[in-house]
């Protein structure tokens, strides 16, 4: 009933910035929260970023000072502008939500998105 739309993947040289949104769509009365994980192959997924409605945000120590995650909460949109991409910045990187569906109950849902793949190579 909620979907999570990403996109701004790609292939991006060492050096280079990408960005990325999440759109979320459907049954919402208020998103809680929204951030960014990432998956490489064989690795754990990991928690890249993340921002509340409120405007908290934190960061993987990894991606500190070259990441920056912003909202438009009109949009129900997440973004994650990188820059100084890293050849171990490469997986695939998933959006998340913690979602309020309804004004009469304030039950939080979790939803994912499907992926979208980075890939930082020479």
């Known amino acids: 009933q909620v979907q999570l739309l990403e996109s701004g993947g790609g292939l991006v040289q060492p050096g280079g910035s990408l960005r990325l949104s999440c759109a979320a769509s459907?049954?919402?009365?208020?998103?809680?929260?929204m951030g960014w994980y990432r998956q490489a192959p064989g690795k754990q997924r990991e928690l890249v970023a993340g921002t509340t409605k409120v405007g908290n945000t934190n960061y993987a120590d990894s991606v500190r000072g070259r990441f920056t995650i912003s909202r438009d909460n009109a949009k129900n949109t997440v973004y994650l502008q990188m820059n100084s991409l890293k050849p171990e910045d490469t997986a695939v990187y998933y959006c998340?939500?913690?979602?309020?569906?309804?004004?009469?109950?304030?039950?939080?849902?979790?939803?994912w998105g499907q992926g979208t793949q980075v890939t930082v190579s020479s």
């Open positions: 459907g049954s919402i009365f208020s998103i809680n929260a």
């Open positions: 998340r939500a913690r979602v309020r569906k309804y004004e009469r109950d304030s039950y939080e849902y979790e939803y």
